[in-house]
Structures are given as structure tokens and as C-alpha cells.
């Protein structure tokens, strides 16, 4: 048992140390941003170029229910998992920030309130830029999400348009 911890420590140190060098957003004038910005624009219009992170999470699965607060880890789909919140570039899914050790019964838009990009949303996305997210997620300046229908009036058509465009960059980018 101990030699499996030691291991562990020792990949998880050598992991870790690269962490600031594959994570993070890169500069605003950057190859990686005019790519990102070029896809975006590519699928959508011009104005929405700068539209170059999106963001959802993942449910990874549990092995057995935790010792401590087991229950908490048991989500909708009647697993016990914990939470991932990604935010990537859209046009190579690199990673820009995380969010990780939510229980799965937490809901997207409360797991997301635990990453740097939320906490820190100006100094982390550049001026005039935006991180695309699904409807569990909360309307910021910098976090556009599709239109819901309402309960009475459903959705319009230009309403139903717009998600239409938002949902070639969600699903050509983070959702493939």
C-alpha cells in the first residue's frame, strides 16, 4: 500500500508541475486566439468572432459511493460521480480552465461558479471576448447562452435562429 501511494504522489507532482504550461488562456494576439476567433466566425457571423471559449462539464463516474457524504455524490442519472466544468478554446478544445471535485448532484451552473474563469471573469477573458455555455448555465457579459421558451409562449423565430448559429459553435467545438 505504500508503494502505491508514493507512486501516485510522484505522478501527480510530475503532472501538476506542467500544469501553468498547457493551462490557462493564451495571450489576446496569439496564433491560438485568431484561430479560435477564424472558427468561430466560420460558422456563425463576423460579429460573433470573439466568441472563443465555451464551457459544460461531464460527470465522471465513481467507483463505489465515498466513505464521507456519499449521498451528495449521487446524480439524476443514478450514479455516483463528481462533477467536471471545462472551459476550452472552441476550435481545439485546449483547456483554459477547470473546475473539479463537485459532488454529481450538484447542478452545472453551481459547479461552474468554482472555476478561476467565474471568480476572476476580467482578468481571465480578454476585453470584447465571451465563453459560449448550455442554458444550465448563468447570462453574464461574458457567458452567452441560447434562449429558453417560455411555458406560455414557446420561442420566436429569430429567438430560435440565434440558438440555432450558437449551437454550430457548441456542437462543432466542445460538443464533439
Known amino acids: 500500500m505504500g508503494s502505491v501511494i508514493n507512486c501516485t504522489h510522484c505522478v501527480m507532482i510530475a503532472i501538476l508541475s506542467q500544469h501553468n504550461k498547457y493551462i490557462g ?15 468561430v466566425e466560420e460558422r456563425t457571423c ?22 464521507y457524504f456519499g449521498e451528495t455524490f449521487y446524480d439524476r442519472k443514478s450514479t455516483y460521480s463528481m462533477n467536471f466544468q471545462a472551459v476550452v478554446m472552441v476550435h481545439n478544445l485546449r483547456i483554459v480552465d477547470y473546475g473539479l471535485g463537485h459532488p ?12 478561476r474563469i467565474v471568480q476572476n471573469p476580467e482578468g481571465m477573458i480578454p476585453e470584447e471576448h465571451w465563453i459560449w455555455a448550455d442554458s444550465a448555465y448563468p447570462t453574464q457579459t461574458w457567458c452567452v447562452v441560447p434562449f429558453k421558451a417560455t411555458r406560455l409562449a414557446g420561442i420566436s423565430q429569430s429567438r430560435n435562429i440565434y440558438n440555432k448559429y450558437l449551437s454550430k459553435v457548441m456542437r462543432t467545438g466542445i460538443s464533439s
Open 104 to 115: 454529481g448532484s450538484v447542478h452545472n451552473a453551481h459547479a461552474f461558479l468554482g472555476t
Open 46 to 67: 463576423p460579429g460573433w468572432r470573439n466568441g472563443v471559449f465555451a464551457a459544460d462539464s461531464s460527470a465522471i463516474p465513481l467507483f463505489q459511493k465515498p466513505g
Open 25 to 39: 488562456v493564451p495571450p489576446l494576439d496569439s496564433e491560438a486566439m485568431e484561430l479560435s476567433r477564424k472558427f
